[in-house]
């Protein structure tokens, strides 16, 4: 009996021994695996768990990737470096066309202006559509005319004197390759007075006409000179007044056309800053001097003196926009 009590005390011994055994195997396999995944190797695990875990301090995020700075000054002063702060940049925005104002940050006002230069080519710097205004005089001497109150003619009445004609002329210009084209609408109005026949004679006339000019403007980069010809379409509106005798008569005559053959020269060269300031304030292109010769054809009315002349000389002066 005791022998077999002893048999089966040792049984249960061992079987506690097994079991003990088992999770202790198991225990060590679960640190093996924590460990590697935590990155250590088994003889690190091994030392970790005879030497007691120390608690590292907290590490600095500002010394994180510091590889320019020496570690054991970083570990032993526990300082973060020094980092240089960026200087704040101002940006100055673009130039615009117009003239602006443009503030930014402690920046002073700065003026922009449309840029002008005479190095741009007329007709790069030129947009397809522009305005001619022209303001000037031509002289008229209608060699063959013949009074409304008589039959004088009229140099019998103004002797060689010219009748000088004032005008004002507004145009619509298109811009193409080999110069421009301009359609135009204007009035002019003027008179002459004379007494070499013994009495006061006014001669005055009035007319609106329709003008087409061609502009060869793209000879030159710039266009210092300017050859151009046109041609109108008219009605003479013509009074006449025997100023002693205060007798007059009117007619208004059919339509008539005339020629004109001209030269603009550019003034811009002879003052550039005014030239430049109208640019960019007006949109002035070009101011010229407009020298020409015309000469009007006879109208087709029956009743109509004629108006026909040799040719003429005028001036005036035309501003381009």
Same mark, same amino acid.
């Given at each position: 009996m005791?022998?077999?009590?002893?048999?089966?005390?040792q049984?249960?011994?061992?079987?506690?021994?097994?079991?003990?055994?088992?999770?202790?195997?198991?225990?060590?396999i679960?640190?093996?695996?924590?460990?590697?995944?935590?990155?250590?190797?088994?003889?690190?695990?091994?030392?970790?768990?005879k030497?007691?875990?120390?608690?590292?301090?907290?590490?600095?995020?500002?010394?994180?990737?510091?590889?320019l700075?020496?570690?054991? *000054?970083?570990? *032993?002063?526990?300082?973060?470096?020094?980092v240089? *702060? =960026?200087e704040?940049?101002?940006?100055?925005?673009?130039?615009?066309?117009?003239?602006?104002?443009?503030?930014?940050?402690?920046?002073?006002?700065?003026?922009?202006?449309?840029?002008?230069?005479?190095?741009?080519?007329?007709?790069?710097?030129?947009?397809?559509?522009?305005?001619?205004?022209?303001?000037?005089?031509?002289?008229?001497? %209608?060699?063959?005319?013949?009074?409304?109150?008589?039959?004088?003619?009229?140099?019998?009445?103004?002797?060689?004197?010219?009748?000088?004609?004032?005008?004002? *002329?507004?145009?619509?210009?298109?811009?193409?390759?080999?110069?421009?084209?301009?359609?135009? =609408?204007?009035?002019? %109005?003027?008179?002459v007075?004379?007494?070499?026949?013994?009495?006061?004679?006014?001669?005055e006339?009035?007319?609106?006409?329709?003008?087409?000019?061609?502009?060869?403007?793209?000879?030159?980069?710039?266009?210092?000179?300017?050859?151009?010809?046109?041609?109108?379409?008219?009605?003479?509106?013509?009074?006449?007044?025997?100023?002693?005798?205060?007798?007059?008569?009117?007619i208004?005559?059919?339509?008539?056309?005339?020629y004109?053959?001209?030269?603009?020269?550019?003034?811009?060269?002879?003052?550039?800053?005014?030239?430049?300031?109208?640019?960019?304030?007006?949109?002035?292109?070009?101011?010229?001097?407009?020298?020409?010769?015309?000469?009007?054809?006879?109208?087709?009315?029956?009743?109509?003196?004629?108006?026909?002349?040799d040719?003429?000389?005028g001036?005036?002066?035309?501003?381009?926009?």
């Amino acid at each position: 009996m005791p022998t077999k009590k002893l048999n089966l005390c040792q049984a249960h011994f061992s079987r506690a021994s097994l079991v003990v055994l088992v999770f202790a195997s198991v225990f060590a396999i679960c640190g093996i695996v924590q460990a590697q995944e935590d990155g250590l190797s088994d003889d690190e695990f091994e030392q970790q768990i005879k030497e007691p875990a120390v608690e590292k301090p907290a590490q600095n995020p500002a010394v994180e990737n510091t590889e320019l700075f020496d570690d054991k *000054e970083l570990i *032993e002063n526990n300082e973060p470096p020094a980092v240089a *702060e =960026a200087e704040p940049q101002t940006e100055v925005p673009p130039p615009a066309e117009d003239l602006v104002e443009v503030r930014g940050g402690d920046l002073p006002l700065v003026e922009v202006k449309q840029q002008y230069s005479t190095e741009i080519p007329y007709k790069e710097r030129r947009e397809k559509f522009g305005w001619m205004l022209s303001v000037g005089s031509e002289n008229l001497f %209608m060699s063959e005319y013949t009074s409304l109150l008589d039959l004088n003619y009229y140099e019998d009445l103004f002797g060689e004197e010219d009748l000088t004609s004032f005008q004002i *002329e507004l145009g619509l210009k298109y811009n193409f390759k080999l110069g421009g084209i301009e359609l135009s =609408a204007g009035y002019g %109005m003027g008179s002459v007075t004379d007494n070499r026949i013994g009495e006061d004679r006014k001669l005055e006339i009035s007319k609106p006409f329709l003008g087409l000019s061609l502009y060869l403007d793209t000879i030159m980069k710039e266009p210092y000179v300017v050859p151009y010809f046109g041609a109108q379409i008219w009605t003479m509106d013509i009074k006449e007044v025997a100023v002693t005798s205060d007798i007059e008569d009117a007619i208004t005559t059919d339509i008539g056309f005339s020629y004109k053959i001209g030269l603009l020269f550019q003034l811009n060269w002879l003052d550039r800053d005014s030239a430049q300031t109208g640019y960019q304030d007006h949109h002035i292109q070009n101011t010229y001097l407009d020298v020409f010769v015309a000469q009007n054809a006879g109208t087709q009315g029956e009743e109509d003196p004629d108006t026909s002349s040799d040719f003429n000389w005028g001036a005036g002066l035309k501003i381009e926009f």
